[in-house]
């Protein structure tokens, strides 16, 4: 296991007695905002080229508390913290000026950071050919997750990157484009040529477009760093971590995901989509089960591709014997309805679930792309529920060890879910 994984698992003596230090006062911002200079296209709701990156991490509500007031967004978050930030690449695409973008969902524009020359641009470090088209690059500003998550942070900015990406692969099936992930490259080399200051960390791209077969040579942006989080307080396991997982080494995943949904109302499960915050017991059926199964399990094109386990605490399906389920098959039988609510740190998400699920993988050297992959998988249960009429939830805070004693497993336990009405 990774010592990182170790020493940031939760148990039920670790919640009761680690203080938690939240400091309310200095919240870190929700967005990294860049200077006026920089030119802007605003993206237009009605434009279908613009709505392919509006639905990228886009605000689609927000919620207001006696003296805060949250956008939420295409993507959930841990604690609705929002550490991912997306830059783009564009080139040869009709209406654009090649270059480097920030993806804003605060001003809903794209900003334009640094025209490219026609050689020019971020393949070099990603170690891929020239692409015409576009190349989405996911950062995480963690301090504003690790503000509040401490050391466990660095799991939720990985597993917030992957939902977004799992975003991004929603814009890509709705207009009908294949995408794939690289999770190598020279991370420390990206982060120089975006010009990320300390604490913001590159942690994977997303090409959409074709290979022109030519290299291309790095470019410089000649800005300043811009401060997304406002208060900044490094941590060192996070720090360190980073750079001890970020050298992936894997086989690759190139088979295109199929997935049949009705375009105009997963569009409107896209928008839609929102953590459920109470379930009511009711079941689900086996069909709907299925699909969701089928569904999530499509693969994910990418340059590194880490096997995750899915197991499956079936609470409330109708047709199916209640018990953990895995690839097909009962791990145990029974009622263990309590018991998933206890696991997920006494949330009643987990019990009051129709299938509560647990998403395990064993890499250590592949940490970054398999909690990423998580995400993904996560995001595609989120998305499918909402388009099934069922609620869902992620669940990232569990008893890590009890899970792993529950499930009879010697992974580690990347990520929970819950689903159901
Ligand atoms: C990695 C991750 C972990 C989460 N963990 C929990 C959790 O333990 N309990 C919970 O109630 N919600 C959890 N959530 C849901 C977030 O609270 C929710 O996404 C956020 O408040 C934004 O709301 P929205 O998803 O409705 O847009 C989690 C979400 C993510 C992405």
């Known amino acids: 296991m990774l010592d990182y994984h170790a020493k940031t698992m939760h148990s039920y003596l670790s919640v009761r007695t680690k203080s938690q230090g939240i400091d309310w006062d200095n919240q870190p911002k ?25 639905l990228i991490g886009g605000i689609t509500a927000q919620k207001s508390y006696p003296g805060v007031s949250y956008a939420l967004r295409t993507n959930p978050s841990a604690g609705a913290l929002y550490p991912s930030e997306v830059y783009v690449q564009i080139r040869g695409v009709e209406d654009f000026v090649d270059g480097i973008y920030h993806l804003s969902p605060s001003e809903s524009a794209l900003v334009l950071l640094c025209p490219l020359a026609h050689n020019e641009g971020v393949e070099c470090s990603l170690h891929v050919n020239k692409i015409k088209g576009f190349i989405f690059l996911f950062s995480a500003l963690y301090y504003r997750s690790s503000w509040k998550y401490k050391d466990r942070a660095f799991r939720y900015c990985l597993h917030d990157t992957g939902h977004m990406i799992g975003t991004l692969e929603a814009s890509c099936l709705l207009v009908e484009k294949p995408y794939r992930i690289i999770y190598g490259g020279d991370k420390q080399r990206l982060n120089e040529l975006l010009c990320f200051g300390r604490g913001e960390l ?35 396991l996070i720090e360190e971590t980073y750079v001890q997982t970020s050298h992936p080494l894997g086989k690759k995943q190139m088979v295109i995901p199929y997935f049949d949904l009705e375009k105009e109302h997963f569009l409107k499960s896209i928008w839609q989509r929102r953590s459920i915050r109470e379930l009511t017991q009711k079941s689900i059926t086996q069909e709907a089960f299925d699909r969701i199964m089928h569904y999530i399990t499509q693969p994910i094109p990418s340059d590194v591709d880490e096997e995750i386990q899915i197991y499956a605490v079936i609470n409330r399906v109708v047709g199916m014997n209640q018990g953990v389920w895995e690839n097909g098959s009962y791990v145990k039988m029974g009622d263990f309805t309590q018991k998933a609510g206890y696991l997920c740190l006494e949330q009643s998400l987990g019990s009051n679930s129709a299938v509560t699920f647990f998403l395990v993988g064993k890499s250590v050297q592949n940490y970054q792309p398999m909690m990423q992959k998580a995400g993904i998988i996560g995001h595609r249960l989120y998305l499918v529920s909402e388009y099934l009429g069922i609620g869902c939830s992620g669940i990232g805070a569990y008893y890590d060890a009890e899970v792993s004693d529950f499930l009879e497993t010697k992974g580690m336990i990347l990520y929970a879910l819950a689903i159901g009405k």
């Open 202 to 236: 590159y942690l994977s791209s997303v090409i959409v477009g074709e290979e022109e077969g030519f290299t291309c040579k790095d470019f410089l942006i000649d800005i300043p760093p811009v401060d997304g989080t406002g208060t900044f307080e490094a941590n060192a």
């Open 30 to 54: 929700q967005f990294k905002i860049y200077p006026d200079i920089y030119r802007r296209i605003t993206l237009e709701k009605e434009n279908s080229h613009h709505r392919f990156f509006s």
